[in-house]
């Protein structure tokens, strides 16, 4: 089964700063949009933030002017830098890819198994 692999996740304090990374393996082989979404207890997973393999990028407006998505086409990685950190930040943060994989001719959307963010008041 094909899964990105996730880091960076942990504990911080309000007003802290975490940065996520995610990688694509190398099956994967063509990558079109990237991002993360998050999902906190008792509520549906929500999209953050994403950007297209041409490094266009969008936000929650939840998100805005806090978080900072970017990639690296080269590595097939996708980063999600988080500053000012607030509780309502707490959430399992899940990275998708939509993309192909070797062999194949079909984009489909791939995951991470995410990573725990809690942001303590």
């Known amino acids: 089964q094909v899964q990105l692999l996730e880091s960076g996740g942990g504990l911080a304090q309000a007003g802290g700063s975490l940065r996520l990374s995610c990688a694509a393996p190398?099956?994967?082989?063509?990558?079109?949009?990237m991002g993360w979404y998050r999902q906190a207890p008792g509520n549906e997973r929500e999209l953050v933030a994403e950007?297209?393999?041409?490094?266009?990028?969008n936000y929650a407006d939840s998100v805005k002017g806090r978080f900072s998505i970017s990639r690296d086409n080269a590595k097939n990685t996708v980063y999600l830098q988080m500053n000012s950190l607030k509780p309502e930040d707490t959430a399992v943060y899940y990275c998708?890819?939509?993309?192909?994989?070797?062999?194949?001719?079909?984009?489909?959307?791939?995951w991470g198994q995410g990573t725990q963010v809690t942001v303590s008041s």
């Open positions: 950007i297209t393999s041409g490094g266009n990028s």
């Open positions: 998708y890819a939509r993309a192909r994989v070797v062999l194949t001719t079909t984009y489909r959307a791939y």
């Open positions: 190398t099956t994967i082989v063509s990558i079109n949009n």
